[in-house]
Structures are given as C-alpha cells and as structure tokens.
C-alpha cells in the first residue's frame, strides 16, 4: 500500500502551500493577494487585456476573476473600462501600479529565487518544465 505522503496530489498540495505562503507573506506589503500578484504580472506583459483573455491566460473562470478585478479596482491597482460591446471589459493599470511596477517584478524574481533555492540550476529548469508538463 502506499503512504498518503507519497500520493501526487498530497506533495503537490503541500508544495503548494509553501510556495503560496511564501509569496503571500512578501506580497503583503503591497496589500496583494498572490492570485492579484498573477494579475498584475499579467497586465505588465501586456496592459488593456480583456477579462475573457486574463482569464484565459491565467486560467481562471470568470466568476473567480470577477471578484479578485473587483477588489483590485476597489484598492486601487486597475482601472475596469467597459468598451463599445458593453460585455467587453478592458483592464488597465492604474498610475499606482505603473509606479510599482520595478519594484514588484524585482520582488517577484526574488521570491522565485527563495522558493527555488534548495535546488541546483538544472534542478530548477527540469521542475518547472515538468510541472508545465503536467498541467498539460
């Protein structure tokens, strides 16, 4: 029989909540959630996305969405723009975010960096490219 340790799911679960604990704990600061922290991530690469495409990128249904744009609107991080098709929304970063921007990527690297730093270089690449692999 197996260990309930040594089931995927129970690993993966706990890799989890490390990695969600750490980035939580240094996103605090900013008043950012980690799931806001993607969004903001997100719209740097690429500003004035729709809620259907930022949803689409970060693989989030439209309710969740909903609610985490919401609250963001609501401290101040974006701007929500309803566009010609009233059912488009059309996310924009505000000044506050724009002003934070270097800072919080250089923040995001760095907690990357904790997270992975039990791990050799190779290490590093072959996790994530399998962790890719599995959401395949």
């Given at each position: 029989?197996?260990?309930?340790?040594?089931?995927i799911l129970?690993i993966?679960?706990?890799?989890?909540?490390?990695?969600?604990?750490?980035?939580?704990?240094r996103?605090?600061?900013y008043?950012?959630t980690?799931?806001?922290?993607l969004?903001?991530h997100?719209?740097?690469e690429?500003e004035?996305?729709?809620?259907?495409?930022l949803g689409?990128r970060?693989?989030l249904?439209?309710?969740?969405?909903?609610g985490?744009?919401d609250?963001?609107a609501?401290?101040?991080?974006?701007i929500?723009?309803?566009?010609?098709d009233?059912?488009?929304?059309?996310?924009?970063?505000?000044?506050?975010?724009?002003?934070?921007?270097d800072?919080?990527?250089k923040?995001t690297?760095?907690?990357?960096q904790?997270?992975?730093?039990?791990?050799?270089?190779?290490?590093?690449?072959?996790?994530?490219?399998?962790?890719?692999d599995?959401?395949k």
């Amino acid at each position: 029989m197996v260990s309930y340790q040594d089931v995927i799911l129970y690993i993966l679960s706990k890799a989890n909540q490390k990695v969600y604990g750490t980035f939580k704990s240094r996103l605090q600061p900013y008043g950012l959630t980690p799931m806001q922290a993607l969004v903001l991530h997100a719209l740097y690469e690429e500003e004035g996305l729709s809620a259907g495409e930022l949803g689409k990128r970060l693989g989030l249904d439209s309710a969740t969405l909903s609610g985490v744009l919401d609250r963001m609107a609501e401290s101040g991080w974006i701007i929500k723009n309803v566009k010609e098709d009233r059912r488009v929304l059309n996310i924009q970063l505000t000044d506050r975010s724009r002003q934070c921007r270097d800072k919080f990527l250089k923040e995001t690297v760095d907690v990357n960096q904790e997270v992975l730093s039990a791990f050799s270089t190779e290490e590093r690449l072959l996790l994530i490219r399998m962790l890719k692999d599995l959401r395949k």
